[in-house]
Structures are given as C-alpha cells and as structure tokens.
C-alpha cells in the first residue's frame, strides 16, 4: 500500500437484499431459491483518497452516500469489492449513538474510547480536553440519562473529534448544539483539516462543499457520475438540479427569509432596504442598505451578498472580505454601481457568518427587483465587449 | 487484548446497571425469584404430589433443588439472554465499528455473576444446616467448562436469531425441554429407563449430575464425565465463533 493513501476502494459494490416477509429470509435458506429483491446501493465504485485530503461526497437523496460513509466508517462491510484504510476513523454520523445512559458522562467517554480500540490509558489524557470543550462542567460525573439534548450532543461531538481520527467521516451535521457551539463544531472540523488528516464530508450545501473540500465526488444511482475539483463538481449538480426541477413544473421559488436550521441566532439580519425599488433600470447604482443586530459584542462576524436571478441561479458572490470582521450592532451598505442587469427579474440573498465564512448566523433575501427589457439583444447581463471587424 | 478486557468489563457493567436500574432492592430480587420458584417445586412435590423425585435420603429436598438451579439459571439466563443481545443492541451494532463478539460473551459473564449470588446463597444454606464440606470446591472446574458451553451457545444463537427471529421463540421451548430433561428437579434414578437416554443427550445433564455428585455425593464426577464435558463445551466454543465471526459481517444489513 502506498504511504500517502488514505483510503482506497476498489470496484466497491454494495447491494441490498429485501425481502417482503421475514420468513422469506428463512424459505430461502431452506429451498435453495430467491425470494428476495435486490437492491443495488453501490455500484462498482474506485475512490482513492490522499493523506490529509478532504473529499465532498454529493448527490440526491438513495443516491448512496449513506452507505459510502458507513463502508467508509466500517459499520458496514461491502458486498463486493476491496477496501483498505490507513488510520483509526471516527464518525460524525450518529453522534453519541454508543452512549450510554446509566454510565456517567466520564464513564461514556471510556466506553467510546474502548469500543473504538483505544486504551483507557491513553484515553485519560483526553478525558479533561474532551470535558473542557463540551463544557459539561460538574455534569460530567452524573448519568447521561439526567443530561439535556445539547449537552448530550456536546459530549458526542466532544469524544468523537477527541479520539484524534486519522480520517474524520461527516455527515452533514456539519455544527451541532446552540449557535455558541455550532461555531466552536465548525472551528473544530476546520482546525483537524489545517492539521492535516482526512475528511470525507456529505452535504446538501453546495456552500459548504466549496468551502471545505479539495475535491468533491457526485454519487448518482450507486455510481460516481462525476469527480473532480469542488466548484466544477458543484457546478454541474447545481445545474442538473436546475434542470430537473423546471422539467418538473414552472413554478417560481420560494423568496423570503430562510433561516440556517436551528439558529437561535445572536446575530440577526434586521432589515434590508433596496433602493432604487422595485424598477432597477441597467445603469443605475444599486444600494443595499442592511441593518445587523448583534447581542453579542464579542462575536466578530463577515457579510456576504449574493446576486441571484429569480431561478436561483447565482450570478455573483460579494463579502466583505477584505474588510477586517465586524464587532456589534451596526448599519452596513453594499453598494453595486452602474449595475450591469439588462432584462429580468432578481434578488439578493444576504448572509451574516462567522469570519471564516463557514457558519451562516443569519440569511436574509431580498425582495425580487426587476430590470425591464431595454435591449433587444437577449440576455441579462452586460460585460464589456469590443468587436473587431 | 487489555481494551476486550476493558470492554467486557463495561459491557458487564452496563448490563447490571441497566438490570437494576431504578429499582431499589437491586440484587435482591436476582435471589428472590428462584427462591420463589425452589419453594413452588418444593411444595408442589413433596406435599401436593407427595413424590420422592430423588434418592439421596441425607438430603432434604429443598437443597437438592438448590444444589443445581442456580447453576440452571445460569446457563438458561445466558443462553436466551445472548440470543437477543444482537437485536437489542442494534443501535451500537450498526453505528460503531467494534468487536461484536464481545456483546454475547459479556451478556454471558453477566448472567452467570448473578446467578453466582445466588450459588453463595445455596452455599450459605448447606453450611448452616451442617452438610458443606471442602471438596465442594471441585465445583469450580465444572463451573469453568459449564461456562465455556454457555458461552459458545450464546455466541450460536446471538449470531443465528438476528438473521431466524423465530429461532427466538423456539430457544424458550428447546431451554424448558432442557430443564425438564435433566436431573434438576428428580435425580438420574427418577426418570424412567426409556427417557434416561434422551436426558444423556442433554449436555446440561452433564454438568447438573456432576454438581449433584461433588456436592451431594461427596465423589469426583468419573474420567468419562470429565471428558465428556470438555468436549461439549469444546465443541460449542468451537461452533459458536466460527458460525459468529461467519455472519458477524452481516448484521448491519439485517437489523
């Protein structure tokens, strides 16, 4: 095996059997004859995964990447198919699922430990890192069961990134626990990746893909449909996703405030004013007034904006990234000059986030403007042209 | 090897934990309940029934019954209790990579701990009523290779009933037959010539006939009987971690 390989799955298939009634299961056994369907998860699958690299995994919903992520976690072994990996994995994938509630929160970290082969010796230098950062406090010494759902979480998340995974498995639940401890999660997954080890992450969020990951593979039906770097992978799934969802019927989406899930958010987009409104003629400067409420003063924050034509298509990115991050309550503009829209109807979704723009506090968009047609050249943007003829 | 260790001990702990959970006499009622059942047969068989199911005439019947039961208990206990371990540990089957094995031998080692309370009970009971002796620690040994039978008749079961949960139901008859066929409740003697050769087929019988001679009897079981339990105990030790470690691959799929 070669050094810097993390892991290698080669020709990686995984079918499931399904059977109608149990006792299927046992006719089967007892007649020689099929009695069940199957169902084909995985399908011929090559993946090779560098040291210290981190690997998005996207794709519709039975597409697969569940099961990929339990192969990858060894809960779940191949049909057919080889895979080999280098190093001790830890999982995301069920935080606190081998918790129990009689132990104490000190005796669930040594049990977790024990389950993944590490010795209660080596776990005890760990036990006060792992306490400090749930912040559990007294707790700690009292059963699981008088723990409340945060703190359970806390701990899960706690012992699974304190075993020092070589690869760490994600999925999706990216942040977990209140608004203070998602973004000490996502601190924490950004710091294991600046370490060096192995990330395999799933998600829904194309936003997070691309930030995250060097290389992302797109799962479709059980075979890899595309593989590549993250913005090109991105890319094309967002569009197959665009494609899909406009064969299926004509109906606008949905504008309005879109709250990140679960935020009990500390900082909070409290009005966006658009000005001119609600005609923008080509030319004209665009100003995006926006008021942040912030309870914490402490608590740096960036501001992202994102064009988007009404079909979600995303035209252009803006955050205030060269700006140092932003302490407190506070009245920002963005301000889009000559704006260079020809024909359409458009909005702009604004984002506060953490300085790192991983965590998304607060998501606001706008309410759609639209440029009246003045061209009649088709199309909804202008870019600087010369012809030579 | 010191991590199974350490996670047999709190698999161990688990259990007892969550056996007696909440309830506040804990350890008393692992006591009471074959206690109860000892004073039924008790009652039932020599006053209901007025039957003398066995031949020892030193010993009153109450502690022949208890000579054994606990020790019954034990492999009951462990059998059934390893046969849903599996199912019942599903969550951690299917979500954390980690030796599976490691839940029916520990289920095992729970229930023979507890039913062990219940040994020093029966052994308190003889030494009171003047009848204990010192060769009663040749017991161990038979404890040893019992539990070797036990442990790989659990591992069997726990490997087989999460793919035949029907096998689950059928354990409960197959360990009563057992019970019934072996020299717990009426000594060897007892069971009419016929059936006698079934009862050697039960390889609890083994170990129940050798309790009742280092105990009752004041002898050492014969070669033959030494012998014939090694290999019963050999061979499910045997058979119960090839057909285990064969299936253990596929239980996230059928849970």
Known sequence: ?389 | MTNWVNLVKYFLIKDIKSRYAGSGLGMFWTIMMPVFQILLYWVVFSTVMRVKPHSNAQIPYVLFLLSTYFFWLAISEGIARSGMTIIENAELVKKVPFPIIILPISITLSCYLQSMVGVIFFILVFTFSGLSHLSMFMIVPVLILQLIFSVGAGMLLAAIIPYLRDLQQITGYVLQGMFFLSPILYSLEAIPENLRVLTYLNPVTLYVESYHKIILERTLPGLWYWGAMAFCSGLFLFLGIKVFTKLNDGFADIL
């Not at chain 1, 601190?187 to 060097?214: A, P, W």
């Not at chain 1, 987009?269 to 008021?291: A, K, Q, W, Y």
């Open chain 1, 1 to 389: 095996m070669i050094e810097d390989i993390a892991i290698s799955m080669k020709d990686v298939s995984k079918v499931y059997c399904l059977y109608q009634k149990p006792i299927d299961r046992l006719k089967e056994i007892l007649f020689r004859k099929r009695y069940h369907n199957e169902f084909v998860a995985l399908h011929g699958l090559n993946i090779r995964i560098k040291k210290g690299e981190t690997l998005g995994i996207i794709g519709e919903n039975g597409a697969g990447k569940s099961t990929l992520l339990k192969i990858i976690a060894r809960t779940l072994k191949p049909t057919n198919g080889e895979v080999n990996i280098n190093g001790m994995v830890s999982s995301l994938l069920e935080l606190g699922s081998g918790f129990h509630p009689e132990f104490t929160g000190i005796d669930n970290i040594y049990f977790y430990g024990s389950l993944l082969g590490i010795p209660s010796s080596e776990m005890k230098g760990r036990v006060a890192e792992v306490v400090s950062f749930a912040e559990i406090g007294e707790h700690i010494n009292y059963p699981l069961k008088t723990y409340s759902s945060g703190m359970h979480v806390r701990l899960a998340f706690s012992v699974a990134m304190a075993v020092e995974p070589d690869i760490l498995v994600v999925d999706e639940a990216l942040s977990v626990g209140d608004l203070y401890f998602q973004k000490k999660s996502t601190d924490k997954i950004l710091s294991v990746k600046e370490k060096g080890k192995t990330i395999i992450f799933c998600s829904h969020s194309m936003y997070y893909i691309n930030r995250l990951c060097d290389r992302v593979i797109w799962l479709k039906n059980g075979v890899s449909a595309m593989e590549g770097s993250a913005h090109e992978v991105t890319q094309a799934y967002e569009t197959y996703q665009l494609k899909k969802e406009a064969a299926k019927s004509g109906e606008t989406p949905k504008v309005g405030r879109v709250k990140s899930p679960g935020a009990a958010s500390s900082i909070v987009i409290h009005d966006v004013i658009l000005t001119p409104f609600p005609n923008v003629r080509s030319g004209d400067d665009l100003t995006v007034g926006m008021e942040i409420m912030s309870m914490d003063d402490s608590v740096p924050y960036r501001v992202a904006a994102v064009l988007f034509r009404i079909d979600e298509l995303r035209i252009i990115s803006i955050g205030t990234r060269d700006h140092e991050p932003l302490y407190g309550s506070r009245k920002i503009t963005l301000c889009l000059p000559s704006l260079q829209l020809k024909e359409g109807t458009f909005f702009l979704k604004i984002h506060v986030m953490d300085e790192n723009f991983v965590h998304i506090y607060d998501s606001q968009a706008t309410v759609p403007f639209t440029v009246p047609k003045e061209s009649i050249e088709p199309g909804f943007i202008n870019i600087p042209y010369r012809w030579t003829i």
